[in-house]
């Protein structure tokens, strides 16, 4: 069973930086293609980049530009470098296998961008 712990969360201004980390356990990791995804109250949750096993990266256009996926398979750790964070960044952050199929999710991480 996978299991996902995301870290690295917290209070931000704009146009401030956050490196998001997410281990993942239960899984042969570097076979496995990650992606994040973030949610706010209300709402569904939402894709916003992904990082193949190969790695190769894909943004969704909202991210791209400001947000940077890596990973560390000796670590079993997917990464996200957030720069010039925006209000609408505000959300919980969750990270997952893709697909993830009949995967739990994580706590998540709760990232605030306020003044």
């Known amino acids: 069973q996978v299991k996902l712990v995301e870290s690295g969360g917290g209070l931000v201004q704009p146009g401030g930086s956050l490196r998001l980390s997410c281990v993942a356990s239960?899984?042969?990791?570097?076979?496995?293609?990650m992606g994040w995804y973030r949610q706010v109250p209300g709402k569904q949750r939402e894709f916003i980049t992904r990082?193949?096993?190969?790695?190769?990266?894909v943004y969704d256009k909202s991210v791209k530009g400001r947000f940077t996926i890596s990973r560390d398979n000796a670590k079993d750790t997917v990464y996200l470098q957030m720069n010039n964070l925006k209000p609408e960044d505000t959300a919980v952050y969750y990270c997952n296998t893709i697909p993830y199929g009949a995967n739990s999710w994580g706590p998540g991480t709760q990232v605030t961008v306020s003044s």
């Open positions: 239960g899984t042969i990791f570097s076979r496995d293609d």
């Open positions: 990082i193949s096993a190969s790695g190769f990266t």
